[in-house]
Structures are given as structure tokens and as C-alpha cells.
């Protein structure tokens, strides 16, 4: 049997993880919701970790939810119980230090939709859909749905899509602030180069930046200043500070040689 979720680490300290399971759809079970929670407890453990990707196998679907046949034997004990494993893996991989962007092609519905939105960029291409189908079988979002999209997109938008199910083309969700960018050609290769991208730039800098604009995201504005000052103060602890700054200054310009320290 293939494993229900692949781990490759590419050379930059780039994860790439993929929700293996393409004849369903890519959709959650508990095997699949454990072995995304080690993946994650393994990623944590590399301090050469740069970005991780995040995709589903096939064309057909990123993630098409939470496996409703599985679902189907489940009492209100084991339904808390399999929420709170989803929750806690998406909350643990929205925690990660690195950057995590997830690559969408084809259905995000469901814990689908709730697992990109646990992601820092959320790169989606022509064929994306986007919702929360599950009032249409007569549950809720239980993977954080309720509370993510409400803060990607705004309470009037969150409750039309939640209360409604309906799914929604990559245009809709790039206006919706679910979708960071749409991409045109192979969807894994744009998050690839995007993770590429940020792994060239000030390792120490990419974490705290993450931090800061994840820190006190729902609360008080000088809360929020006051984390983004210390952060910011953190950066010129750094010796790649000072190479990103030397390399800019020097003539010719250069690019800066950064070492993570
Ligand atoms: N679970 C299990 N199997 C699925 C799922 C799913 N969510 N989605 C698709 N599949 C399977 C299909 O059963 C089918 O398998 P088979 O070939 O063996 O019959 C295969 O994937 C291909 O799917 P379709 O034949 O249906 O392909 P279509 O192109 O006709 O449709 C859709 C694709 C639109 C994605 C359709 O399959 C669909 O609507 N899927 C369900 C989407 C959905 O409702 N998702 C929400 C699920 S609930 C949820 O995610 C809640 C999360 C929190 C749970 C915590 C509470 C305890």
C-alpha cells in the first residue's frame, strides 16, 4: 500500500508533502490525519527546514475533505474526537516556524479548504474550487473552517459560504483572500519556486516575519506593534542583518550570502 502521505525533502530545505490518496479524492482519514501530524513533528525537527509544500496527489482534487465514509460510523464522542485531531494538525502545521504554502489544483472542499487555509500562501490554479460543503450533509466545518475562513474572508463572506455550501471558482476565491495568488502553469512547480524564493532570503528573518504577522493577528493593534518591535529588534541580533544590509550597500551590489546565524 503507498503511504497515505509523502515526505520529500529537495535540496534548500524544502518539504514537500503530499495527501496521498488520488482514488479518494485525497480525503482525510485518521491514518491520514496521524501521518500528516508526524510529518509535521519531523519537519519541526530540521533546523535546515526552509519551506515547506504542501499538495495533493493527481489533478482531480487538493483535498476533497474529511473521508465521509469513514464519518459514517462515528458518534458524537468519535466526531469530537476526529475534529480535534484535525484541528490539531492543521493548528500544528499553521505553527510551524517556516513558511508553508500550499499548492491547490482541482477540489478544496471541506477539511480540504480548512487545510489550505491553515497554510501561510495559498497558490491555486485554473481548475481550483473552493468551499464548505458540509450543512449539504448535515454537518459543520470541524477542522477550524468556521474560525479560519472567517478571517480570511470576512464574516458576510464566511457565513455565505458556510451556511450556503456553495463552492466557488479561483477567481471568487482569490477575491475572498482564501487564494494568495493564481498561477497559470504547473501549480507544485509556482509553490516549489515560491518556497525556492524564500529559502534565498535571511533564514532567521523568514521565521520571525512569520511570527510577527501571525502574533496577536485577532487582537489589539498595540499589542500586535509591540510583538512586531521585538521581532524586528531580534533581526539585528542576526549576522545575516548584516550580511543582507552589507550586500545591499556594496558597489557592484551582490546578493547576500545568508547563513542563518
Ligand atoms: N470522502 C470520501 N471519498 C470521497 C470524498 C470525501 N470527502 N470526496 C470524493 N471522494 C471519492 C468519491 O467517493 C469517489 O470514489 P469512488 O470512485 O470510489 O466512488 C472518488 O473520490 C471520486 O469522486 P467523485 O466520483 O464523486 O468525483 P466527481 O468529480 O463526481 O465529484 C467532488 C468530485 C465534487 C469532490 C465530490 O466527490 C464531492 O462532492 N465530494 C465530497 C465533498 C465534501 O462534501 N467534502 C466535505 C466533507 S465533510 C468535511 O470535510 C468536514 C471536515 C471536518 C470533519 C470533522 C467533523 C467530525
Redesign the pocket.
Known amino acids: 500500500m503507498d503511504p497515505v502521505v509523502l515526505h520529500e525533502v529537495r535540496a534548500g530545505g524544502i518539504h514537500v508533502v503530499t495527501i496521498n490518496r488520488p482514488?479518494?479524492?485525497n480525503?482525510?482519514t485518521i491514518e491520514v490525519l496521524e501521518a500528516l501530524g508526524a510529518v509535521i513533528v519531523a519537519i519541526s525537527a530540521d533546523v535546515g527546514a526552509r519551506a515547506v509544500v504542501l499538495t495533493g496527489s493527481g489533478e482531480?482534487?487538493f483535498?476533497?475533505?474529511?473521508?465521509?465514509?469513514?464519518?459514517r460510523a462515528?458518534g458524537v464522542i468519535?466526531?469530537?474526537a476526529?475534529?480535534r485531531l484535525?484541528q490539531s494538525a492543521f493548528d500544528r502545521l499553521a505553527a510551524l516556524a517556516v513558511p508553508v504554502i500550499a499548492a491547490v489544483s482541482?477540489?478544496a472542499?471541506?477539511?480540504?479548504?480548512?487545510l489550505a487555509m491553515a497554510c501561510d500562501i495559498v497558490l491555486a490554479g485554473p481548475t481550483a474550487?473552493f468551499?464548505?460543503?458540509?450543512v449539504?450533509?448535515g454537518?459543520?466545518?470541524?477542522?477550524g473552517?468556521t474560525q479560519r475562513l472567517v478571517r480570511r474572508a470576512g464574516l458576510a463572506r464566511a457565513l455565505e459560504l458556510c451556511l450556503t455550501?456553495r463552492?466557488i471558482d479561483v477567481d471568487e476565491a482569490l477575491a475572498a483572500g482564501i487564494v494568495s495568488r493564481k498561477v497559470d502553469g504547473p501549480v507544485l512547480d509556482a509553490a516549489i519556486a515560491v518556497a525556492t524564493d524564500i529559502a534565498s532570503k535571511g533564514p532567521v528573518a523568514v521565521r520571525l516575519c512569520k511570527r510577527a504577522l501571525h502574533e496577536n493577528a485577532d487582537g489589539a493593534l498595540n499589542a500586535g506593534l509591540a510583538a512586531e518591535r521585538s521581532l524586528f529588534a531580534t533581526c539585528f541580533a542576526t549576522a545575516d542583518h548584516r550580511e543582507g544590509i552589507d550586500a545591499f550597500l556594496e558597489k557592484p551590489r551582490r546578493a547576500a550570502r545568508f547563513t542563518g546565524s
Do not use: H, N, T
Not at 483535498?63 to 464519518?71: H, L, P, S, T
Not at 468551499?131 to 458540509?134: A, N
Not at 454537518?139 to 477542522?143: A, E, N, S, T, V
Open positions: 482514488k479518494a479524492a480525503a482525510l482531480k482534487a483535498v476533497a475533505g474529511a473521508d465521509i465514509g469513514e464519518m462515528y468519535e466526531a469530537e476526529f475534529s484535525g482541482g477540489f472542499l471541506g477539511g480540504g479548504c480548512e474550487k468551499g464548505q460543503p458540509e449539504a450533509l454537518l459543520i466545518p470541524g477542522f473552517g455550501g463552492m
